[in-house]
């Protein structure tokens, strides 16, 4: 059998032996290391052979989740190891509700996962000597799992196309992802006129691109001064965060896109900046106060493909490109107060990221990790990339999962949820969408956000009011 190597490989014979890249190098650093971690909860208890079967094939498509990290000759390297111990990888966690004699049953499941994962960050980080990834399986009652993949191995979408890879769809009848259509045909007269507005927009974005440039290096000069309430962020990724989960319709997301024609993306920091001016409005220290002005990156997939085409490849058995290709939009956001519409938080979110969307900060973003490495060393890039993270208040992201529900060893996938442990920001939002819904992570510092219950339930209300206030102006027109 020839495995698909990513990364790099061509034969069965060789064991993997690839350089770290830069962008996976920065992760690896104590101060910067980032662990990418997703729950999966299953319809059906978990059964743990077929769950090693199914890992086990899931390590069989990619080389370097049998490989470990190794110095040779002062460079770093990815080493595949000739035998692949997959019990190694597997964690059980011990029933504690059973030890202490509480029914199973007596703490939500979302909140029990919730607590379990706020606990990764101060368990043992994930060891050189093993492959950089392991498998929590939680309590036989929860019906989950949590995978921990250091973020060196590769970013949330290659390594979300790598998961879903060993799942199957329902039904034949039924793809993984939606259909999004083909592409528009254009006459010879269209494209001429598209292509002189294209030359337009290159050079409109060269100018664009030097502005964000200089403003990012004006972002790791300064000290962060966002948000009268986030005193200093210097450690924040140490201290103990707290966790709480949304699920949100994505219809209801779609009916404010198509209202407004929006992104998902604009509606979802619209929605964020809503609940977070409401959050603030319930702090009588806070509610005095004038606007807060906070400093949010929105993290994008670089590579030009999404998850359905690196699956559509993966199954192809196409050589795939390995690593981190991110990159990331600034937003300088202010959290007004007393906006009546509550359309308008999605208005502005929309209008400032597509002011960044006509700049190539985000390719900038990824590229000038390459650029520092080789202009002035690893020192160097890690001061910068500690620096702007850092400097960050808010970090957002958002994965396109499946449209349709999938099974992984035989078990139908009921909701996935990821996190990041390690980010020094005061607030983390990730999204996830699969089957019609949108699964929300908020992952905040203890002592900035003591409640992030209420933080997402503010979200939660944000986005009802915007449905209604789209639903109203339906009627009116009428």
Not at 227 to 234: D, K, M, P, Y
Not at 248 to 265: G, H, P, Q, Y
Request: charged share 30%; proline share 4%; aromatic share 6%.
């Amino acid at each position: 059998m020839v495995r698909v190597r990513w990364g790099g490989g061509s034969t069965d014979d060789a064991l993997y032996n690839a350089p770290v890249s830069p962008s996976s190098r920065i992760f690896l650093r104590p101060e910067l290391e980032l662990s990418i971690d997703c729950f999966v909860s299953f319809e059906q208890q978990i059964d743990v052979a077929a769950v090693k079967e199914a890992l086990t094939s899931l390590a069989n498509r990619c080389s370097r989740l049998r490989s470990v990290v190794k110095e040779d000759r002062g460079i770093l390297r990815w080493k595949e190891l000739p035998k692949l111990d997959i019990d190694s990888l597997i964690i059980t966690v011990p029933d504690e509700d059973k030890k202490q004699g509480r029914r199973g049953d007596q703490d939500d499941d979302n909140a029990y996962i919730n607590r379990y994962l706020e606990t990764l960050p101060s368990m043992a980080p994930l060891t050189r000597n093993l492959p950089l990834w392991e498998v929590h399986v939680l309590p036989r009652q929860r019906r989950s799992l949590v995978l921990r993949f250091h973020h060196s191995l590769g970013d949330c979408v290659s390594l979300l196309a790598l998961l879903l890879s060993s799942c199957d769809a329902l039904s034949e009848d039924i793809p993984i992802f939606s259909d999004r259509g083909n592409k528009e045909q254009r006459s010879f007269a269209v494209r001429v006129v598209k292509r002189a507005a294209s030359a337009w927009r290159s050079c409109k974005k060269a100018g664009d691109t030097l502005a964000f440039a200089l403003e990012q290096n004006r972002l790791v000069a300064r000290r962060n001064e966002d948000l009268r309430f986030v005193t200093q962020t210097s450690g924040l990724e140490d201290r103990r965060r707290k966790l709480a989960s949304l699920v949100l319709r994505l219809d209801d997301m779609r009916v404010v896109k198509n209202k407004l024609n929006a992104k998902i993306n604009d509606v979802l920091v619209g929605a964020v900046s809503y609940g977070l001016s409401k959050y603030l409005e319930s702090k009588p220290s806070y509610a005095a106060s004038g606007d807060a002005k906070i400093t949010g990156k929105i993290v994008v997939n670089v590579r030009g493909e999404g998850p359905e085409d690196i699956l559509r490849s993966i199954r192809q058995g196409k050589k795939i490109e390995w690593g981190n290709k991110i990159g990331y939009f600034t937003l300088p956001i202010v959290v007004e107060k007393n906006v009546n519409d509550p359309l308008d938080y999605v208005r502005k979110a929309k209008d400032l990221i597509d002011k960044r969307k006509t700049s190539s900060e985000d390719q900038y973003s990824h590229g000038a990790n390459e650029l520092v490495t080789k202009t002035f060393g690893m020192e160097a890039l890690a001061s910068y990339y500690y620096k702007i993270r850092h400097n960050t208040s808010l970090i957002i992201s958002n994965m396109i999962g499946p449209s349709s529900p999938v099974e992984l060893a035989r078990n139908r996938i009921t909701k996935i949820g990821v996190t990041l442990s390690g980010l020094p920001a005061p607030i983390d939002v990730h999204m996830f969408s699969y089957d019609g819904k949108a699964f929300i992570q908020f992952l905040v510092a203890e002592e900035i956000i003591p409640d992030p219950e209420l933080l997402s339930q503010c979200v939660k209300e944000g986005l009802a009011n915007m449905v209604a206030r789209v639903m109203e102006s339906k009627v009116i027109d009428i």
